[in-house]
């Protein structure tokens, strides 16, 4: 294993993002940065499975967008749209994260151990076999799941905040699902969406994504495992095929 | 898309403008270099009690002297000077800026009644509406605008920010997207002691302008931002709304949330929606409004632009991005994120 160390003190995001492409292209499958603050666009679009870049500090916006491959883990809070239209890949924040967690994320994961802010998820999608998953260990804010068009967003409410207390959830979601731990309440459910109790089954099939988040985040897993889940997923296919258009 | 960032520190302790250049550098993303502003609360103890009046001339010769005539006849200009500015590679100097230090005399106007706030706004209103090559962008007392069109990095090096020291200081990136930028477009706004910085949009313009309009106020600056300096101050100054309740008229909760409230809640809602309806604001925003005792911010009710905020002892912080508010203080603690709609504030211990 080829290890690189990056400061990216007072480093401007584009000369950081040649220098972990430059690690990426001669070989090193972890990449260090250290001293991060502020820095945009940290590892967008790079490729490169068995890559890890470990990002110590509080990376600015859209870390990891398009990213097709690499782990990314935050050691601080991340801002708006960490995972943005995501291929393949994880990134692991070890803090909260801003608004539009996970924006048109198309594949993998990002998983979240504490907060996230406005709109997570938003206008997800997946095709065959790609289902992206975001985690969050917290709680969400309103419009979470907005515009949903496929993947899994789970939310486990474990910060001591209930996980849904906002409005607007899963408001226009068209496909995908949601699966909040607990119960939620009826008043934040958005236009289009509906809520059931998850079956045994369904949580047969989140049961390994939460053992696979709470081993990153050395939580147990056994009452994360035995609660209620709340399953939020679309009323129909076309949500607002009355309001856009006429047949 | 613009960057913005605020400070107070409540018990008045004065911070130079530098690590603010230095915060709002780093969104320098967040802006086109069309436009970038800071303004700084305690920075003329000398003349505390005046007006400080910060001026953009056209042309010295041309256009001073008519607001000098102007001055006169209505107060007491007991000093004025050309603000210093350093010349910048980046920086086109179109406008010279230059500060008064004004006063209205009541012997000129005897038994007049008219508080000192609404001549200063007047004078302010008319020089601006009129276009006589002279802007008046700052009105407070001991405070002061600085504000140009370019990046934030330069505009604050035209001026050496951090030469001033403040104990409130609101800074602004811009990015203009419905009008061009212009050094009287760049924010910080502010009327008398009200600044306010903004990040969005407000698509209730129109509204906003013709409601403001009605009480006299007069729209100049050709952007959105300046509508709310002038809100607030009829709002909190005029209507003697607190700052809390200003926001609620701003940015208050949709009607079926009023309708989940408890009743006394209910009525109070109802009442500010129904009497402030014009005063609404949508579209997509984050702001920050600062006067002399405090400091706001909140965000459009379904947060549609980031706001964080941060503490650090005597200190609260709020901007568009966490890591801008640690470029200040790497150590700030209890960063959050403020409810969409809901105001966090921070006021001076006296």
């Keep these: 294993m080829t290890t690189v160390h990056i400061d990216a003190h007072r480093l401007h995001y584009t000369p950081l993002n040649q220098k972990i492409r430059a690690a990426i292209v001669n070989g090193a499958t972890e990449i260090i940065i250290d001293n991060v603050l502020g820095q945009r666009f940290i590892g967008d679009g790079v490729r490169g499975d068995g890559v890890t870049i470990t990002v110590n500090g509080v990376p600015g916006g859209d870390l990891g967008m398009f990213m097709s491959g690499p782990t990314i883990i935050v050691n601080g809070n991340a801002d708006h749209a960490p995972g943005n239209t995501m291929d393949k890949g994880k990134v692991i924040i070890y803090g909260s994260a801003g608004d539009a967690v996970a924006h048109s994320m198309r594949g993998g994961r990002v998983y979240v151990r504490d907060n996230i802010g406005y709109r997570g998820g938003i206008h997800m999608k997946q095709y065959m076999e790609k289902r992206p998953i975001l985690v969050v260990g917290g709680a969400a804010r309103a419009f979470l799941g907005e515009y949903m068009a496929g993947g899994l967003l789970i939310v486990l409410g474990l910060t001591g905040i209930t996980p849904i207390s906002e409005r607007g959830v899963g408001s226009g979601i068209h496909g995908g699902e949601i699966l909040v731990r607990g119960p939620v309440d009826e008043l934040h459910l958005g236009v289009g969406a509906k809520q059931t109790l998850a079956t045994e089954e369904q949580k047969a099939m989140i049961k390994p994504i939460i053992e696979d988040f709470a081993k990153q985040f050395g939580i147990d897993p056994v009452p994360l495992l035995a609660s209620d889940y709340t399953r939020i997923s679309p009323a129909s296919a076309r949500p607002f095929a009355n309001k856009y258009t006429w047949e | ?350």
């Design chain 2, 1 to 350: 898309m613009c960057g913005i960032i605020g400070v107070i520190d409540r018990n008045r302790q004065l911070m130079d403008g530098g690590k603010i250049r230095e915060s709002l550098a780093m969104m320098d993303e967040r802006g086109s270099g069309e436009g970038a502003g800071y303004v700084a609360y305690g920075i003329y103890p000398d003349y505390k009690d005046y007006y400080a009046l910060h001026v953009f001339f056209d042309n010295i010769r041309e256009n001073k002297g008519a607001l000098d005539t102007l001055l006169e006849k209505w107060g007491t200009i007991v000093h004025d000077e050309q603000i210093k500015t350093y010349e910048q590679p980046n920086i086109r100097k179109v406008h010279t800026p230059w500060r008064y230090f004004f006063r209205p005399d009541r012997s000129l106007m005897p038994k007049s009644t008219t508080p000192d706030e609404d001549i200063v706004t007047h004078l302010v209103m008319k020089v601006n509406a009129e276009k006589n090559g002279a802007l008046i962008f700052s009105s407070g007392k001991n405070l002061g605008v600085f504000k140009a069109a370019g990046w934030p990095e330069d505009v604050a090096n035209f001026y050496r920010i951090e030469d001033y020291k403040g104990y409130l200081w609101l800074a602004h990136n811009r990015y203009p997207t419905n009008t061009s930028g212009w050094w009287g477009g760049a924010h910080p706004f502010n009327l008398l002691n009200w600044s306010v910085v903004h990040n969005g949009e407000i698509t209730s313009y129109g509204t906003n302008r013709r409601y403001i309009e009605s009480f006299g106020y007069k729209c100049t600056m050709y952007t959105d931002t300046e509508v709310v300096a002038y809100l607030v101050d009829l709002l909190v100054r005029k209507h003697g709304l607190s700052e809390k309740l200003a926001v609620r008229a701003l940015a208050p909760p949709f009607w079926e949330e009023i309708d989940l409230m408890p009743p006394k809640e209910q009525e109070l809602n109802r009442a500010i929606r129904l009497t402030y309806g014009p005063a609404l604001m949508n579209g997509p925003f984050a702001i920050c409004v600062a006067n002399e005792h405090s400091l706001v911010g909140f965000t459009d009710r379904i947060k549609l632009r980031p706001l964080v905020s941060g503490e650090s002892g005597d200190r609260l912080y709020i901007s568009s991005e966490e890591a801008a508010i640690r470029r200040i203080d790497p150590d700030v603690e209890n960063i959050s994120m403020p409810k969409a709609g809901e105001p966090v504030i921070g006021r001076v211990y006296s």
